[in-house]
């Protein structure tokens, strides 16, 4: 059962970030800026509106797995951070694919993204598609307990232009089997509204 409600979040959390790399705003809104003015002083904090999935207009994501590093420019690329819902529980994540649709990559933590909080890794997948091979795809290992799939930490959430600014850590592996070997994925991501 958690392994199909993993897989539904991807196929959830994937689609918009396919789409917006080729229609921008059709299912990924785009972020309205509030201005904020604070009391006591003329400060202008800028924040996301409204909860949902947001394209990056500019920032990086970085994957590092095994000796391999993957970057996402969210000023070519499609980047994206995303809040959904399903069965009633709420998801939070990073998804992103790169403008030659070689490569794929997104990560999920169950809840809510709060700034300066860590929270469990839910779910994750890397996909490479490789030219006359067959593709890659790296998926969370399978092997371990939900505490030890690795962690997500968000160090800024929707303040000034960041949108998202966090790291995260998980174990992935290339098969199913109940044997398969993990590999360390470590990354980091700081997505930016404006």
């Not at 994957?63 to 969210?74: E, H, V």
Request: hydrophobic share 40%; aromatic share 10%.
């Amino acid at each position: 059962m958690v392994k199909f409600s993993i897989r539904i979040f991807w196929f959830a959390a994937l689609i918009p970030a396919l789409l917006s790399s080729c229609q921008k705003d059709e299912n990924v809104k785009t972020p309205k800026l509030e201005t904020q003015v604070q009391t006591d002083s003329v400060k202008k904090l800028n924040s996301v509106s409204t909860p949902g999935n947001y394209l990056a207009s500019n920032g990086k994501l970085k994957i590092k797995l095994q000796d391999s590093t993957y970057t996402f420019d969210a000023a070519q690329d499609s980047v994206a951070f995303v809040n959904i819902m399903i069965n009633g529980e709420e998801y939070y994540g990073v998804t992103a694919v790169n403008k030659a649709h070689t490569v794929s990559f997104g990560i999920s933590s169950a809840g809510v993204p709060i700034a300066e909080l860590a929270s469990y890794v839910s779910g994750a997948q890397l996909l490479i598609n490789v030219p006359g091979k067959k593709n890659l795809e790296y998926t969370l290992t399978h092997t371990a307990k939900v505490q030890d799939f690795g962690t997500i930490s968000m160090e800024k959430y929707s303040q000034d232009t960041i949108l998202a600014k966090g790291n995260f850590h998980t174990f992935m592996s290339r098969d199913n089997k109940p044997n398969a070997p993990m590999y360390v994925a470590d990354g980091s991501f700081e997505l930016l509204i404006k």
